[in-house]
């Protein structure tokens, strides 16, 4: 056969232990796929990370009270035990907090950037007079209103799966303090925006052709995304870490 086979595995938080559902749905099946590939002669590459960056991250070391340096490291080397004593093959395994990662990262927004896939706009965000902050993600959490879930967060919901608006949450409060909805101020807040609507087109052409590899339920989960019609998302958000 002697094929290059890319196996990209989802990044776990460094936040926890790898539990039992995120090895038997993400981490052995990509093991499987990957060793298959090697005993019939294939060139692979199985890479993932621990994702050591964001909300989660930085909500969960606040409320232990040490910095998000120190948290990580103690979960990223959780992980990587967990590994070892599973034995995943993995050709990289990595972590968002190298030097490295960095780099890429910041190439990848100075192209988009220079080529016109990235702007900058003002958005309205909820914000916390007492803990004195603006909470995006997973800071602020409330019911969801589509599907009416009352733990809603302020980036996604996990019960419906669609992607929200913080402002848009129901009864919301902020997750440091518990503030509620009559504490919470709108204010004006200044970030980069990936301009998915100037992809849209090109989009709708590339999943058109040659998608039989694809799941069908996958296949349709994105051209209902396309259907609706695609939003300019904010890639920034108002963090000292990541």
């Known amino acids: 056969m002697n094929e290059h086979i890319l196996v990209c595995v989802a990044w776990p938080y460094a936040k926890s232990s790898t539990h ?8 052995l099946p990509a093991d499987t796929f990957a060793r298959y590939n090697r005993m019939a002669g294939n060139h692979v590459l199985m890479v993932s990370g621990s994702d050591e960056h964001g909300t989660p991250i ?11 340096t120190q948290f990580v490291a103690r979960y990223h080397q959780q992980i990587l035990d967990v590994w070892k004593r599973l034995g995943i093959s993995w050709d990289l395994y990595t972590e968002t907090g190298t030097p490295n990662h960095y780099r890429i990262t910041q190439d990848f927004f100075l192209t988009l950037y220079q080529k016109g896939y990235i702007f900058k706009d003002t958005m309205q965000s909820p914000y916390c007079p007492t803990d004195r902050r603006f909470l995006p993600d997973r ?28 402002i848009d949450l129901i009864n919301p409060k902020c997750r ?3 503030s509620q909805t009559s504490k919470i101020e709108i204010r004006p807040t200044e970030h980069f925006f990936l301009d998915l609507p100037k992809l ?6 590339w999943i058109a052709v040659d998608k039989d590899h694809w799941r069908p339920n996958t296949v349709a989960f994105v051209n209902n995304w396309l259907k609706e019609g695609l939003r ?4 920034t958000r108002d963090l000292d870490w990541g």
């Open 139 to 166: 800071y602020i959490e409330g019911t969801c209103p589509i599907c009416s879930y009352p733990g809603a967060r302020g980036d996604q919901c996990d019960n419906c799966g669609h992607t929200l608006d913080p």
């Open 200 to 205: 849209q087109g090109q989009l709708e052409e």
């Open 20 to 27: 039992v559902g995120q090895i038997v749905g993400a981490y």
């Open 58 to 68: 930085l909500v969960d070391a606040e409320r232990e009270g040490i910095s998000p």
């Open 176 to 178: 440091l303090c518990g």
């Open 232 to 235: 300019a998302r904010a890639i």
